[in-house]
Each structure stands twice: as structure tokens, then as C-alpha cells.
């Protein structure tokens, strides 16, 4: 399989995920829960479909179909980092609890030790733009796992 056949299954791929997303998305109404389940899963959804069209556009990038400058580059995989290891688990966790009636909302202890790794995904996330924290991308756009990496494996874990 050519590079171009490979990018071509790829996109097609994420072309269909993106399709059922929203057809989940548009179709998520008042009846699947109260307003703020709703809310949060929408949010949620959009999250994912907002990872998928940045997985997107640095996987044409690293399959040279199109070429990106390097600050954009950083600030798509700070972006797709942060909603993949910080985002999407904390509002995951969110869902669930609302949808199965725990009340992680009742006690501010649990809610602000489930909020403390999102802050830290987002800082170490955005700073590695300038910083290479999380990562680093050369001057030929070749993606290097930073100092701090294991922090986009490890917080996902702890904060579910």
C-alpha cells in the first residue's frame, strides 16, 4: 500500500467517524437525559469530532499531503492533546456520574481533584508549544516525545 493509498483509507476512516458523530450529535435531544447530561454529552461529541479533524490534518501532515508551518502544527497537537488526555475524560466522568446519580457535584473535594489534571494537561499541553514539555516538533516537523510526556498517559487514568 503507497503513502497516498494509505492516507486515502485513513481519511475515509475518520470521514465516517465524523459522519456517525454528528448524526449522534444532532440527534441527542431533551428525552436522553436532563439538560445538563445533554449538554455534556453534545460537548462531549463535539470534543471528539474537534480530535478527529485535527488527527486529520497533522496525519496529512506527516504523510507530506499537505504542509503545515510548525506553530500550527503545535498548536494542533496541544490541541488534540489536551482534548484527548484532559478534556474528553474529565467530561466522560462528568456524564457518567450524572447519568448513574452519584453525587461527585455534592462534595467540592472530588470535584476539584477531578479538575487539577485538566489544568495540568491544559498548561503542560499549550506550554510545551513554547516550552517542550508534553513535546517538541524539529525544524523538519518530525514530532519528539517531551521530558513531561508520560503526563498525557498517566492523568487520563488517575482523574477516571
Known amino acids: 500500500m503507497t503513502e497516498l493509498e494509505y492516507l486515502i483509507v485513513y481519511l475515509e ?3 465516517l467517524a465524523f459522519i456517525f458523530l454528528s448524526i449522534i450529535l444532532f440527534n441527542v435531544n431533551h428525552d436522553f437525559g436532563s439538560d445538563l447530561e445533554v449538554n ?16 486529520c490534518l497533522t496525519h496529512a501532515h506527516y ?3 499537505i504542509s503545515l508551518p510548525i ?5 494542533l497537537y496541544s490541541t488534540h492533546m489536551f482534548i484527548m488526555a484532559g478534556l474528553m475524560p474529565l467530561l466522560w466522568l462528568l456524564f457518567a456520574e450524572l447519568r448513574l446519580g452519584f453525587s461527585i457535584f455534592k462534595k467540592h473535594f ?17 506550554g510545551s508549544i513554547w516550552f517542550n514539555l508534553l513535546y517538541s516538533i524539529d525544524s ?5 516525545r517531551g521530558p513531561y510526556g ?8 488517575l482523574s477516571s
Do not use: E, Q, W
Request: charged residues 10%; proline residues 5%.
Open 150 to 157: 508520560f503526563i498525557k498517559i498517566l492523568f487520563p487514568i
Open 63 to 65: 504523510r507530506h499531503a
Open 71 to 75: 506553530p500550527v502544527l503545535k498548536t
Open 140 to 144: 523538519t516537523g518530525t514530532y519528539h
Open 13 to 15: 476512516v475518520n470521514a
Open 40 to 55: 455534556i454529552f453534545k460537548i462531549f461529541l463535539l470534543s471528539l469530532i474537534i480530535a478527529l479533524i485535527v488527527d
Open 110 to 126: 472530588h470535584l476539584t481533584a477531578i479538575i487539577i489534571p485538566v489544568v495540568i494537561i491544559f498548561i503542560c499541553a499549550y
